[in-house]
């Protein structure tokens, strides 16, 4: 019998934990493929690698494979957990340390490539549905289905170098000892959890402190760069590790001293999460993470799109604006006002023509109030020395000290507007004065003509085809419309969601898969001690009702932890969060709550019939 029959014969004798195995290494790769195929689309060819949405896309693509990686590796380690004892025998009967890590190393390779080639192939199979979806999702005419060389062959060369380099470093941790220790003994008892409160309470204190300086004091933020957000970082995740644990410990503690420690099975459930505090505190930890994950990505992903058109109508708070430069060919300007106004006749729309002047070396303008109240429909006076500063950047506050204005240093200001009057950053401020007192400054004039379309976001292909037709000219002509930007914006983040999206799915199929294997590593033990239980006496619904209290425990105190932090970072950044961030937060919460029910249900029902079968 050769030694890659004898890894073969190993495999099929336990094939149901290779699957689970073979499985969950398949769907991590399937979604980094899946992935891949959408970022090295031929549609997104031309994207700016530089820009945020193709640096959002590499950073994504990078989690994912970091994401795979940390998920593979723990994969393995459940895999060599449960296989601990099959490999104790192989040591019994002779095997050498380098003959049992070589038929450990060959095993993972094997599952690996084939995990590879069928993840590959079910994702081809899959693409053209998964690319309709994205279509739909990112509004892309154009991204159609193509044969994707490029994703497969990276997909290809790096799960080969994870798959080799995991399955060396891991094959490292098997010992001989524990191994032997185990097939004897059949159980092994976890140390239990010491306490650490005062250590739990300086973490949060720590982590606290570094939170506040993240929200206010950016100079220090700013000078530590990276080192910070890593120490932050690091502070959160011990703090959520030391709160868990040591509250487990806590409450384990005051439920044996209440009097409902007697009650029912009770007893029995407290003794189970004694037995295996830390495995559990582990589990609960590693699942708070990714449930945090999930629900910062759907959260902040998702509410996004309620504010793209908010946003783009504080940048160009018109549908199109046509700025003519002192310098600007008068022919010109009329011949593209006519133009526009031809395309623009198949739709409703108000057309509004003003004019300002500006101070080009301050970027400073200066509009009369006339021209001030037809913009906003409005009928303000100034008296002969007043005037209103406007903003002419979007979250800029306007320039209120004119001291060392030409024309306005004598002047009061009577009232500031922070919303912004035209396109974003062409002007700092605008100074808005009476008549009279327009007429007599000095400085080159700006002709400003104004469209405001009707229910303007359906309008993206007309934006399109205006913009492209008259294209900046420098001292010639501006061109500008909200329109574009929206549709710029709601392209982004439709990317940004599609990417939420799919770290959400990875992240929350993966608290479910560390859950599967934990029950699985620990099933054949479990079912051992409840078979010795039954025969004292415990009936089948009262071992139903310690199962269900458990593994309740394991899915929604996670939950519980992460809907919390979420809803506390929320509450802490209450001054910079929208009311529809909130709500989109809460929904998604309550989405996700519904799925994790269903979940439990499915998983409580499977995990027991296993625990009592034969």
Not at 229 to 243: D, G, H, R
Not at 540 to 556: D, G
Not at 562 to 574: D, V
Request: proline content about 2%; aromatic content about 14%.
């Amino acid at each position: 019998m050769s030694f890659n029959h004898i890894v073969i014969q190993n495999i099929l004798r336990d094939k149901w934990t290779y699957v689970s195995y073979f499985l969950s290494s398949m769907f991590s790769i399937i979604i980094f493929f899946l992935f891949t195929v959408i970022v090295f689309h031929p549609s997104l060819a031309g994207l700016d690698p530089d820009s945020t949405l193709g640096l959002a896309l590499m950073l994504a693509s990078l989690l994912v494979y970091l994401f795979s990686f940390i998920y593979i590796a723990y994969s393995i380690m459940a895999f060599l957990k449960k296989k601990t004892k099959t490999l104790g025998i192989f040591m019994i009967t002779g095997a050498s340390m380098k003959q049992i890590r070589t038929l450990v190393f060959r095993e993972n390779i094997l599952i690996g490539v084939l995990a590879i080639i069928t993840a590959i192939v079910l994702g081809l199979v899959i693409s053209p549905l998964f690319l309709m979806g994205a279509k739909v999702v990112l509004n892309a005419e154009a991204f159609g289905m193509y044969f994707p060389i490029k994703a497969i062959m990276i997909t290809i060369g790096l799960f080969l170098v994870l798959f080799v380099a995991i399955s060396k470093v891991m094959t490292r941790f098997i010992n001989k000892e524990a191994s032997i220790q185990l097939l004897k003994s059949d159980v092994v008892i976890e140390k239990s959890i010491k306490s650490h409160y005062l250590l739990s309470f300086i973490s949060i204190i720590i982590t606290i402190g570094l939170g506040y300086f993240l929200k206010i004091e950016h100079d220090i933020v700013g000078s530590l760069g990276l080192l910070f957000y890593a120490a932050f970082f690091v502070s959160v995740l011990c703090t959520i590790y030391l709160i868990i644990s040591q509250g487990m410990c806590f409450m384990l503690k005051a439920f044996e001293r209440s009097s409902a420690y007697m009650k029912q099975t009770n007893m029995l459930l407290a003794s189970n999460l004694n037995a295996k505090m830390e495995s559990h505190a582990n589990i609960l930890f590693l699942i708070t993470i990714l449930l945090s994950g999930v629900f910062l990505c759907t959260s902040i992903l998702f509410s996004s799109y309620y504010n793209v058109e908010k946003d783009s109508e504080a940048n160009y708070p018109y549908s199109f604006q046509y700025i003519a430069p002192p310098k600007a060919d008068p022919s010109m300007v009329k011949a593209d006002i006519k133009n526009i106004e031809e395309q623009l006749s198949t739709v409703d729309s108000q057309k509004y023509f003003i004019e300002f002047k500006s101070n080009e070396d301050q970027r400073l303008g200066y509009m009369s109030v006339s021209d001030y109240n037809l913009l906003h429909n409005e009928k303000i006076s100034l008296g002969a020395n007043e005037f209103i500063a406007v903003a002419g950047n979007h979250k800029t506050i306007p320039i209120t000290n004119v001291s060392n204005d030409k024309y306005l240093k004598q002047f009061k200001l009577v009232s500031v507007n922070e919303k912004n009057l035209l396109t974003t950053g062409f002007q700092q401020t605008y100074f808005i004065v009476p008549d009279e007192v327009y007429n007599s400054i000095k400085y080159p004039v700006y002709k400003t003509y104004l469209f405001e379309l009707d229910n303007w976001t359906a309008h993206t292909e007309l934006a399109k085809k205006i913009i492209e037709d008259f294209p900046h000219i420098y001292e010639e002509r501006y061109v500008t419309s909200k329109i574009e930007l929206y549709d710029a914006e709601m392209f982004t983040k439709s990317v940004m969601f599609f990417i939420g999206s799919m770290l959400s799915l990875i992240f929350l199929s993966a608290a479910m898969s560390i859950l599967y294997f934990y029950l699985q590593t620990t099933l054949l033990q479990e079912k051992e001690k409840y078979v010795g239980i039954r025969k004292l006496g415990l009936s089948k619904k009262e071992l139903f009702t310690v199962v269900s209290k458990e593994l309740a425990i394991l899915i929604f105190v996670p939950f519980a932890i992460a809907t919390t932090m979420l809803f506390a970072t929320l509450f802490a950044m209450r001054t910079m969060v929208s009311t529809s961030f909130l709500q989109v937060s809460m929904m998604s919460s309550l989405c996700f709550f519904v799925l994790f029910f269903v979940s439990y249900i499915f998983i409580r029902k499977s995990y027991f019939k296993r625990l009592l079968s034969k």
